[in-house]
């Protein structure tokens, strides 16, 4: 059942917002410069409210229910992170206010850039990146800046393996470099060999590689120590894209496994919410020969500031820092919320994260395999890639998309599908350490119903979902047509 | 542990089915040198512990509403009415992901396609995307549009200077293994003309510009048309409610920093950036785009569209990197502009508009201080001191609370000694007069 549009709903000479009468003198405006016409809507507080409430009615979050989105990290959101985020002294800052006026928000800053020093196993951390993806750029413009650094100009060319997020190979050549693509081997993992041989072939024009580990198959790389050793041997850097660092809390630190760079993404392992896409938060981890060149600015303590027992936050630019990625020091409402997630679990706290996320993704996996084929049978971290639907299944032209649409009809969100793009038909199931056994459980009986259904009568398949706020959608239609905004004529016709 | 539901007994009768004996069993691939380190981290805290900490936190921090605040500079203290945040906080909208699952995201997708029509109308474009980082990252990303437009073979950027210093610095970053020039031009319009010509992707400037001056942008739209290049205009969308829209003056992208639109301070993010095209380079540009269609029951539906563009289909070949964008804060400006609506930006923007003004003309009165007034200023304005800013602003901040204006020497040498203020609808008159009066006070 579609809503109407905001627009559709506005009458002229309303209006939500109350505003205070001008106590000033009025001063001319300049004629020439001004606008004719707004159309924004024009709506009640209280149409408003029923409109964004029904709106978010039709949509699907963790605090609906189960959200297995691979890849993704959809774990509980805690509401105190929430809370502590929405207070005023946080809320209400200038980003250019005197620094003096600032030391509580600049001390969790630099309490926290300390926090994700320890759990990655990094020297310095900068929290400036927006989100992954911008992480990812900042990391692979530090990785050619010390290279250039050290008047070795000649390096551009970053080894991406076949499993590697889309963002991997973009952020590399947003930055001007060249991608080449490292196979798999058999077992889901790099193939060693194969990234030797192109080491060897590319050698001194080799940037260095970026490596999810776990992988996006959900495997951990056993041979991640050998792939940083020929890396570093024809002189390349290794960078960690810490989209699966949840599993690997109090675990493994991606510093010490010998990654010289690292984005984290508060939005997935640090409880922060994802916003219905973003705002993330992708700050960047360096290990001591390339914290230099992190973007900035960081938050250091001043000795010429600073009193007895009183450390003086100040914010610093680091020597050769690739720059600002973006204005201001990064998503500081993001920070506190990680802050207080940090703060919460503990060190404890945090290995039991990354304990009960591949204890949860191990079950899933052992309820589903019997039925579902399984690519790479092994223990898995903190998610799996299920090969789509049984064979005689998908000969019956029921596919992924399907099982996804009809898992709707069950009240589950759907896993990533086809991503990785190495499994055919791909089903990456992250179901994180907040779900309990019985909502497992739940949501593999609903995925063998699936199969159940689609051995009986796939239609009923290929029809969903039918409970859904709306049936499927035509994506072809929407590119061809391309409507990309609402215009009056139109809907009125 | 705090958000973890097993009990022992779940534990026990997870791990029997998987058929370890324990969970550090499922951690076998890891190397044991470096397997369970000892984080050196701080105990945890209960949620009482938590909340007390980072009140103190909190507490340690001068807001801008205890304080008077004359600062702006690309971050500006607007009203943000209460049904703003009521909306965002619905765990609906903020707890989801991208909408990949159009059918169970039509709240997210449908408030994003209400944001791009909104988006459209304030710029006076024909598409908007579901929006960048910030200002100054859709800014960047429009310098690069503009080199894709042009297939590689133009790769020069000419800025005006008065664009914010800190986009500036954000496009450096942005295209530094790009093999591009950026070439900032002294702000005056003959100065931006000259440095444009067959080698320029783009001319980019600001409006109103970082010193808060508005003039009519058509000379400059022209002059770029004249050699081929894309004019991006970098908008504030406060002053848009009031002003002649970017899309008026020959626009081809129009780019800008949303926060005003109903974000808060939040000491600079998260903030949004915006990002609005003419129509013949809407496969050009980056970033999501929501699109109108029906269900297999010929309902209206909205899906992510053109994502061939994106990363996670053509991977080097992208447009950008970019993935994760603003989604909350374009719903948090979504509501605001629904809220305030026709009228009510209008208003807000008149207040700014007048309120400024007249705190210009009381400053202009004061011995030793003048308005620099060689154009017409919308909320944001120049004033020469007759002392250091940063001696001016430590004693506006110790002897009366006001955060004072924006310190230009340091970006603009021949600025020395001049400060930028800012007044919006958050200022009122008493606190206008309280500034005129400290001014005065510490300069004699």
């Given at each position: 059942m579609s809503r109407p549009l905001i627009f559709e709903i506005s009458r002229p000479g309303r209006c939500a917002a109350s505003l205070p009468d001008l106590d000033v003198p009025r001063t001319e405006l300049p004629e020439e410069l001004l606008r004719d016409d707004l159309a924004l809507p024009e709506v009640s507080e209280g149409d408003l409210v029923r409109h964004y409430t029904h709106l978010s009615q039709m949509n699907y979050g963790v605090d609906t229910g189960f959200y297995p989105l691979g890849s993704c990290t959809m774990k509980h959101n805690p509401?105190?992170?929430?809370?502590?985020?929405?207070?005023p002294g946080f809320t209400n800052l200038h980003p250019y206010q005197d620094q003096e006026t600032v030391q509580g928000a600049l001390f969790l800053m630099h309490t926290l850039q300390a926090f994700l020093e320890e759990i990655g196993g990094f020297a310095t951390v900068s929290l400036q990146p927006a989100a992954g993806a911008q992480g990812e750029l900042a990391g692979v413009l530090m990785m050619r800046a010390y290279h250039q650094e050290?008047?070795?100009?000649?390096?551009n060319v970053m080894f991406v393996p076949d499993s590697a997020h889309g963002t991997n190979p973009a952020s590399t050549s947003m930055s001007g470099m060249e991608v080449v693509e490292i196979p798999s081997n058999q077992h889901g993992g790099v193939d060693l060999d194969a990234l030797t041989a192109a080491c060897q072939q590319h050698h001194e024009r080799l940037v260095g590689m970026m490596l999810t580990n776990p992988n996006t198959l959900g495997l951990f790389e056993r041979q991640v120590e050998e792939i940083c050793a020929v890396v570093h041997e024809h002189g390349g850097l290794m960078y960690g894209d810490g989209a699966n660092l949840n599993p690997l809390l109090g675990i493994a630190r991606p510093g010490d496994l010998g990654f010289d760079v690292l984005h984290y993404n508060l939005h997935k392992t640090f409880s922060t919410p994802h916003g219905g896409g973003g705002p993330g938060s992708?700050?960047?981890g360096a290990s001591p020969a390339l914290a230099d060149f992190l973007p900035g600015p960081i938050v250091k303590v001043d000795p010429d500031?600073?009193?007895?027992?009183?450390?003086f936050y100040a914010l610093w630019m680091p020597t050769h820092t690739i720059g600002r990625v973006k204005t201001f020091y990064g998503h500081f409402g993001v920070f506190v919320k990680a802050y207080t997630y940090i703060r919460m679990l503990g060190p404890e706290g945090l290995r039991r994260v990354g304990e009960y996320a591949v204890l949860n993704a191990n079950y899933l996996k052992e309820l589903l395999k019997g039925t579902y084929p399984l690519p790479h049978d092994r223990v898995c971290m903190h998610e799996f890639v299920l090969a789509g639907p049984p064979k005689d299944v998908q000969e019956a032209d029921v596919r992924t998309m399907d099982v996804a649409k009809r898992l709707m009809d069950y009240g589950f969100h759907p896993p990533t599908v086809y991503f990785p793009l190495i499994v055919d038909e791909a089903l990456m199931i992250e179901p994180t350490e907040t779900e309990n056994k019985e909502t497992l459980e739940a949501f593999a009986e609903a995925m063998?119903?699936?199969?159940?259904e689609a051995r009986d009568d796939p239609d009923i398949l290929h029809d969903a979902p039918l409970q859904a706020p709306v049936r499927r959608l035509d994506e072809v239609r929407a590119a061809?047509?391309?409507?990309?905004?609402?215009?009056?004529e139109e809907n009125e016709a | 542990m705090p958000y973890i539901p097993h009990s022992d007994t779940d534990r026990k009768a997870m791990l029997e089915r998987i058929g370890v004996g324990s969970v550090a069993d499922l951690f076998q691939d890891v190397p044991e040198r470096v397997r369970f380190p000892n984080l050196d981290l701080p105990a945890a805290l209960s949620e009482m512990g938590a909340r007390w900490e980072l009140e103190s936190l909190a507490e340690a921090n001068l807001t801008a509403g205890e304080a008077s605040c004359f600062l702006g500079a690309g971050a500006y203290h607007h009203f943000v009415p209460a049904v703003v945040d009521a909306l965002v906080s619905r765990g609906e909208f903020y707890s989801s992901y991208t909408p990949y699952q159009a059918e169970v995201s039509q709240g997210t997708l449908q408030s994003i396609f209400e944001y791009q029509t909104m988006i459209c109308e304030l710029t006076g474009m024909d598409v908007s995307n579901a929006s960048h980082y910030d200002g100054a990252t859709s800014t960047a990303e429009a310098v690069i549009t503009a080199i894709n437009v042009h297939r590689m073979r133009r790769k020069k950027a000419v800025i005006s200077r008065f664009v914010h210093p800190e986009y500036r610095e954000v496009i450096r970053a942005y295209t530094q293994g790009l093999d591009m020039t950026i070439l900032d031009t002294a702000g005056e319009p003959e100065d931006i003309r000259g440095a444009l010509d067959e080698e320029t992707a783009c001319l980019i400037v600001q409006y109103p510009d970082f010193l808060g001056r508005i003039e009519d942008l058509s000379p400059l739209a022209a002059a770029a048309e004249a050699v081929g290049a894309l004019f991006v205009v970098v908008a504030d969308p406060t002053a848009l409610g009031l002003l002649r829209p970017p899309g008026e003056f020959g626009?081809?992208?129009?780019?800008?920093e949303g926060q005003g639109l109903g974000l808060g301070l939040n000491f600079g993010g998260p903030y949004l950036g915006f990002f609005a095209a003419r129509q013949k380079y809407v496969r050009k540009i980056a970033g999501r785009l929501v699109g109108q269609t029906v269900d297999t029951n010929g309902e209206r539906g909205f899906v992510m569209t053109l994502t061939t563009r994106e990363q996670h289909i053509r991977r080097e070949r992208a447009i950008s990197n970019i993935c994760t964008n603003q989604g909350l804060m374009a719903l948090a400006a979504t509501v605001y502009m629904a809220a305030l609506g026709k009228c009510g930006l209008r208003t807000v923007a008149e207040l700014c508009y007048h309120k400024a003004h007249y705190a210009a003309a009381q400053i202009d009165g004061l011995d030793g201080f003048s308005v620099v007034r060689d154009k017409p200023f919308f909320k944001e304005f120049v004033v020469r001191c007759p002392m250091p800013v940063a001696e001016i602003n430590e004693q506006l901040l110790r002897g009366y609370?006001?955060?004072?204006?924006?310190?230009?020497g340091e970006e603009y040498p021949e600025l020395e000694d001049h400060m930028l203020l800012c007044v919006t609808e958050m200022n009122p008159r008493q606190e206008i007069d309280l500034l005129v009066s400290a001014l005065k006070e510490v300069t004699s």
């Open positions: 509401k105190i992170n929430e809370a502590m985020a929405r207070l050290r008047g070795d100009t000649a390096r992708g700050p960047v500031r600073s009193e007895e027992d009183l450390p063998l119903q699936i199969v159940a061809r047509d391309l409507i990309l905004r609402w215009q009056p | 626009a081809d992208l129009v780019t800008g609370v006001i955060i004072g204006g924006y310190d230009l």
